[in-house]
């Protein structure tokens, strides 16, 4: 069997687009003081029983992670180390959820809090502070 030289090639099917890498970039990170500073400064946050989130603005495409966590909340290294993987987790399975733009320094409330509340709490709490600070009013529940 020949093939013929001059016949035009078939295109290969179409491949599915893959998702976005759910990963933690290092652009993602913020570890300049002068932010954390002016976030707190600013005191633009919201919070709940798990977590306290203070925002900034910081004009890139992307939304930015800071966390801060005290000794006088979590007592032990290990306790301050689990809490700050969980939410740089939470973070990372949630960048679409996220709003873009903001520069968002997380400081936990609950220091058992688990993976679930983490979870459920960082996009809802970044998205009513994006509310907040772009002055648009939350949905009314009827």
Same mark, same amino acid.
């Given at each position: 069997?020949?093939?013929?030289?001059? =016949?035009?090639?078939?295109?290969? @099917? =179409?491949?599915?687009?893959? !998702?976005?890498? =759910?990963?933690?970039?290092?652009?993602?990170?913020?570890?300049?003081?002068? #932010?954390?500073?002016?976030?707190?400064?600013?005191?633009?946050?919201?919070?709940?029983?798990?977590?306290? *989130?203070?925002?900034?603005? &910081?004009?890139?495409?992307?939304?930015?992670?800071?966390?801060?966590?005290?000794?006088?909340?979590?007592?032990? @290294?290990?306790?301050? &180390?689990?809490?700050?993987?969980?939410?740089?987790?939470?973070?990372?399975?949630?960048?679409?959820?996220?709003?873009?733009?903001?520069?968002? *320094?997380? #400081?936990?409330?609950?220091?058992? =809090?688990?993976? @679930?509340? *983490?979870?459920?709490?960082?996009? &809802?709490?970044?998205? !009513?502070?994006?509310?907040?600070?772009?002055?648009?009013?939350?949905?009314? &529940?009827?």
């Amino acid at each position: 069997m020949t093939t013929d030289p001059t =016949a035009t090639p078939t295109p290969p @099917a =179409a491949l599915p687009t893959p !998702a976005p890498r =759910a990963t933690f970039r290092p652009h993602e990170r913020i570890k300049d003081p002068s #932010v954390f500073r002016r976030a707190f400064e600013r005191r633009r946050w919201e919070s709940d029983a798990t977590l306290t *989130i203070y925002g900034i603005e &910081n004009g890139l495409e992307h939304a930015r992670l800071g966390l801060s966590v005290s000794k006088k909340k979590v007592k032990t @290294a290990a306790g301050r &180390n689990r809490i700050k993987r969980l939410i740089r987790e939470a973070f990372r399975l949630s960048k679409l959820e996220l709003p873009i733009g903001l520069d968002l *320094i997380v #400081v936990p409330k609950n220091p058992r =809090a688990d993976f @679930a509340a *983490i979870h459920r709490s960082l996009p &809802n709490l970044a998205q !009513a502070l994006e509310r907040r600070m772009r002055g648009r009013r939350p949905p009314r &529940n009827p």
